[in-house]
């Protein structure tokens, strides 16, 4: 799997917006880009994936820019429950391959 | 449905000992994977079984580590020998896996928290 790079850490304001950045500027044209979270104690679990055009599910939205060399993870509204480390993972399924996590970014949510 | 399930939730031993850890994965699911997570890092990778492929076993840090899978359901890792550095949080994985296309996901189990005293 091609590489991300996440900052390490980030806080956000209770029921404000978070926008958490990923660069993969060596993605290919079959990399899917997968994010997951790992709240606190837990497992990692699956947020949303996409490939070209921007995504929306219950949980977020990803927005992916035109190069493709970055994408973006939006929490609309953070809750306390939003704290976690969130992963962003590229995913070449045109082979069978693993996957590799990287460090993520650890998001802080402020009362 | 059921999830991934882990078991021992965890798991005490003393060093030199052999321990194994259980995996169910979710049915039906061809893939199959091992991490391991150390206190306050992140996930590292240790075993890939796809469906009846040789499992990719890169992520193994030493041969007292092995697992194996039966068909495609459930999975055992063992570690021998244990060591005070293999305290970790266990975790396995599995998803659809080559059918699942694209958006293949990976569901995670609740991890086996594994100290060695």
């Known amino acids: 799997d091609a590489k991300t790079t996440q900052p390490n850490s980030m806080e956000s304001n209770e029921e404000e917006p978070v926008h958490l950045p990923c660069n993969h500027s060596?993605?290919?044209?079959?990399?899917?880009i997968h994010w997951y979270r790992q709240l606190p104690s837990q497992g990692p679990e699956y947020v949303i994936h996409?490939?070209?055009s921007n995504v929306n599910n219950r949980m977020a939205s990803l927005a992916i820019a035109e190069d493709r060399k970055s994408s973006t993870l939006i929490l609309h509204r953070a809750t306390l429950r939003d704290a976690a480390v969130y992963y962003c993972?590229?995913?070449?399924?045109?082979?069978?391959?693993?996957?590799?996590f990287g460090k993520g970014t650890r998001l802080h949510i402020l009362p | 449905g059921a999830g991934v399930s882990q078991s021992p939730s965890n798991k005490v031993t003393e060093k030199g000992k052999d321990v194994e850890l259980r995996c169910d994965p979710i049915?039906?699911?061809?893939?199959l994977y091992w991490y391991r997570q150390r206190l306050g890092q992140g996930l590292e990778f240790l075993i890939y079984?796809?469906?009846?492929?040789?499992?990719?076993k890169s992520g193994l840090p030493s041969d007292r580590f092995s697992a194996e899978r039966t068909g495609e359901s459930v999975s055992t890792l063992t570690i021998q020998r244990t060591q005070q550095e293999d305290s970790a949080v266990y975790l396995c994985?599995?998803?659809?896996?080559?059918?699942?296309?694209?958006?293949?996901?990976?569901?995670f189990g609740p991890g086996t928290r594994l100290t060695v005293l």
């Open positions: 996409g490939l070209t």
């Open positions: 079984f796809q469906g009846n492929s040789a499992p990719d």
């Open positions: 994985a599995s998803s659809v896996g080559l059918a699942g296309g694209y958006g293949d996901t990976q569901y």
């Open positions: 049915s039906g699911h061809t893939a």
């Open positions: 060596t993605i290919s044209g079959t990399d899917y």
């Open positions: 993972i590229l995913r070449d399924v045109s082979r069978d391959d693993k996957i590799i």
